[in-house]
Every structure is written in structure tokens, then in C-alpha cells.
């Protein structure tokens, strides 16, 4: 009997705002998981980086051409293409938009029939994930975050390690970490410095930092800020098994001497109880490893989005 060789699917993906900084991974992503960028659009043309795996993705400078287009398209196929050949049907939607347009894009993406992956942070407001969750059940569509540090391979030992620890004893830690990512002048003229459309520094540069501390310690039960400008902010979490003392900034002269006068702008240090935890590398193929886990229908949702959203909101509106 002739066995039937079971294929991969192959999904058409969009892609909103293709000219931004981490569009190359999301691209880079759909590519390396086998599948097909259709359709793209960003408010810049400055966006060659499609041509390097996808030459014939449709490219659009406005949200509502591409909507029209797609209507157009939809209509012209009037169903299924045939067996084995490309499908011009959208399955998902990637969204790499400034932050303040996270919540309509992703609306967009699920009433129009399409899976959603949002870069983070997911949206700005915990009212808005509320939203979303809804229309998701309206739609049958889901809505997936990356949130590339729970895939870390250290982070997933560390967090392993210290669960095993809490089986033995009740172990409570003090922990900093420190983040400084350094900008230059056009920070300052971008939407990113605008805390009205980033969020501030909480969510714009911290989010992914404060779902990992969540997940290795716990949501806070309260916490302290003890410095907020628009360049850093700096407190401490009193989560249930940490103390964990924070620094985030985007100033060059918080970076360490030794690295002020070099190449090297960031810079990103956890300590534990007074042992330092190195995690600089392994976050080549963090996006690819995304795409992989929700395409395997294991990806991070609006559930897992939530508590890192909540928590920058509420920093934010201290």
C-alpha cells in the first residue's frame, strides 16, 4: 500500500511595517519556517531588506491600498487555488508597527480573518488585551506575542534551577538587573520618545525584561520607583520568591567605564543573590524559534502577554 508523504503547511503571511528595525527577524522568520510573505506595507519605501528572501511580496504604502488590494484579490480567486500551487490567502499577519499602533493593526489582523504575531509590546493598556480577547472569540483568530526571552535556553535552566530550589526550601532572593541599551540624538525626534506612543521606557526598552523577571519570580505583589525620567527608570519589585532591584536607561554615560569608549552600546547584567547570570548570547534565532513555536500551535497569547503589560501600565501611570 502507498504510503502518503504528510506535508508542511505553507502560510501566506503580510507583514506591517516592513521598513522597521526588527522587521529583518520577522522576515528572516517566515522565511526560514517555510513560508511565503505575500503581501507588505510600511509609510517608507525604505524596505530592500524583502528582496533578499522575498522579491515578488506585494509592497504597500498605506494600510487601506493594501486592504483594497486584498479585497481585490479575494474576489479575482473567488476560492482555493489548486492543489500544490502558492495560496494567495493570508493566514497570518505580522506586526512590527510603532507600539501606539499595535492594538488597530492587530484588530485589523483578526477581522480580516487572519492569525496575528505582534512584536512587543503587545499593546500599551491591560484594557486593551480585554479587547482583544473578545474579538479573538468573535473571529476564532488568535493573537500571539514574542516574547523571545522565554525561549532563551539559559533563561529556560535558570528557571528550572530555581523551581527546583523553591522544592527544597523556601528561598527568597535579591536580585538586580541592570539594562542600558544607549541612543542617540534621533531617539529624541522619533515616536519612541514619546511615552504616549511607546509607553516610555518601561515598555519600550523593559517589557521583555520584566516578563522574564515575572516568570523567573513571580508578578509583584508591590513595587518602589525610585527614579523615572524619560531616559531611565529605576526601582524595585517585591515579587513573591525576589527582591529584585532594577535600572533601565538609555543614556550612553550609564554604560559601564570600561564600555563608554568602545563599540558597544548596550549592556545587560542579572545577579542573583550575588552570583552574576550571563545570558549575552543565544539570541540569534530567538524570532525563528517564535515563529516555529506558534506554527506548531505553541505560541505565547494574550494570556501570556498580559501580566508584563499590566505591570508596565502601572509603572507607567505611577
Same mark, same amino acid.
Request: with cysteine; glycine share 6%; net charge neutral.
Given at each position: 500500500?502507498?504510503?502518503? $508523504?504528510?506535508?508542511?503547511?505553507?502560510?501566506?503571511?503580510?507583514?506591517?511595517?516592513?521598513?522597521?528595525?526588527?522587521?529583518?527577524?520577522?522576515?528572516?522568520?517566515?522565511?526560514?519556517?517555510?513560508?511565503?510573505?505575500?503581501?507588505?506595507?510600511?509609510?517608507?519605501?525604505?524596505?530592500?531588506?524583502?528582496?533578499?528572501?522575498?522579491?515578488?511580496?506585494?509592497?504597500?504604502?498605506?494600510?487601506?491600498?493594501?486592504?483594497?488590494?486584498?479585497? @481585490?484579490?479575494?474576489?479575482?480567486?473567488?476560492?482555493?487555488?489548486?492543489?500544490?500551487?502558492?495560496?494567495?490567502?493570508?493566514?497570518?499577519?505580522?506586526?512590527?508597527?510603532?507600539?501606539?499602533?499595535?492594538?488597530?493593526?492587530?484588530?485589523?489582523?483578526? %477581522?480580516?480573518?487572519?492569525?496575528?504575531?505582534?512584536?512587543?509590546?503587545?499593546?500599551?493598556?491591560?484594557?486593551?488585551?480585554?479587547?482583544?480577547?473578545?474579538?479573538?472569540?468573535?473571529?476564532?483568530?488568535?493573537?500571539?506575542?514574542?516574547? &523571545?526571552? @522565554?525561549?532563551?535556553? &539559559? $533563561?529556560?535552566?535558570?528557571?528550572?534551577?530555581?523551581?527546583?530550589?523553591?522544592?527544597?526550601? =523556601?528561598?527568597?532572593? %535579591?536580585?538586580?538587573?541592570?539594562?542600558?541599551?544607549? @541612543?542617540?540624538?534621533?531617539?529624541?525626534?522619533?515616536?519612541?520618545?514619546?511615552?504616549?506612543?511607546?509607553?516610555?521606557?518601561?515598555?519600550?526598552?523593559?517589557?521583555?525584561?520584566?516578563?522574564?523577571? $515575572?516568570?523567573?519570580?513571580?508578578?509583584?505583589?508591590?513595587?518602589?520607583?525610585?527614579?523615572?525620567?524619560?531616559?531611565?527608570?529605576?526601582?524595585?519589585?517585591?515579587?513573591?520568591?525576589?527582591?529584585?532591584?532594577?535600572?533601565?536607561?538609555?543614556? &550612553?554615560?550609564?554604560?559601564?567605564?570600561?564600555?563608554?569608549?568602545?563599540?558597544?552600546? =548596550?549592556?545587560?547584567?542579572?545577579?542573583?543573590?550575588?552570583?552574576?547570570?550571563?545570558?549575552?548570547?543565544?539570541?540569534?534565532?530567538?524570532?525563528? &524559534?517564535?515563529? %516555529?513555536?506558534?506554527?506548531?500551535?505553541?505560541?505565547?497569547?494574550?494570556?501570556?502577554?498580559?501580566?508584563?503589560? @499590566?505591570?508596565?501600565?502601572?509603572?507607567?501611570? =505611577?
Amino acid at each position: 500500500m502507498t504510503k502518503k $508523504i504528510e506535508q508542511t503547511p505553507r502560510y501566506g503571511f503580510g507583514l506591517l511595517g516592513a521598513a522597521g528595525y526588527v522587521a529583518p527577524r520577522h522576515i528572516q522568520a517566515i522565511f526560514e519556517t517555510g513560508n511565503d510573505l505575500l503581501y507588505a506595507c510600511d509609510v517608507t519605501d525604505s524596505v530592500g531588506v524583502l528582496d533578499r528572501h522575498f522579491p515578488q511580496c506585494k509592497f504597500f504604502l498605506s494600510l487601506a491600498d493594501l486592504e483594497e488590494d486584498m479585497r @481585490r484579490e479575494k474576489r479575482q480567486l473567488s476560492g482555493a487555488l489548486e492543489e500544490g500551487n502558492l495560496t494567495q490567502n493570508l493566514d497570518f499577519l505580522s506586526i512590527c508597527t510603532p507600539n501606539y499602533l499595535h492594538f488597530p493593526h492587530i484588530k485589523f489582523g483578526l %477581522k480580516n480573518n487572519m492569525h496575528v504575531i505582534c512584536e512587543k509590546p503587545l499593546v500599551l493598556t491591560e484594557k486593551e488585551v480585554h479587547e482583544l480577547k473578545i474579538i479573538e472569540q468573535e473571529t476564532g483568530k488568535r493573537v500571539y506575542s514574542i516574547l &523571545q526571552l @522565554r525561549l532563551h535556553p &539559559q $533563561i529556560i535552566r535558570l528557571k528550572a534551577l530555581l523551581e527546583s530550589q523553591r522544592q527544597n526550601s =523556601s528561598t527568597y532572593s %535579591k536580585v538586580s538587573l541592570n539594562y542600558v541599551t544607549s @541612543r542617540g540624538p534621533w531617539y529624541k525626534k522619533s515616536w519612541k520618545f514619546d511615552i504616549n506612543k511607546s509607553g516610555g521606557v518601561a515598555s519600550n526598552i523593559g517589557i521583555h525584561f520584566f516578563d522574564m523577571l $515575572i516568570q523567573l519570580f513571580g508578578y509583584p505583589d508591590s513595587y518602589e520607583i525610585l527614579d523615572k525620567s524619560d531616559e531611565q527608570l529605576k526601582g524595585i519589585l517585591h515579587c513573591p520568591y525576589a527582591d529584585v532591584n532594577f535600572f533601565l536607561s538609555i543614556k &550612553q554615560e550609564d554604560l559601564p567605564l570600561n564600555l563608554r569608549n568602545t563599540n558597544q552600546r =548596550s549592556w545587560r547584567e542579572l545577579i542573583i543573590d550575588g552570583s552574576p547570570f550571563d545570558f549575552t548570547n543565544g539570541f540569534t534565532d530567538l524570532h525563528i &524559534q517564535s515563529y %516555529k513555536e506558534i506554527l506548531a500551535g505553541r505560541g505565547f497569547g494574550l494570556a501570556d502577554a498580559l501580566p508584563a503589560v @499590566r505591570l508596565c501600565e502601572s509603572i507607567r501611570l =505611577s
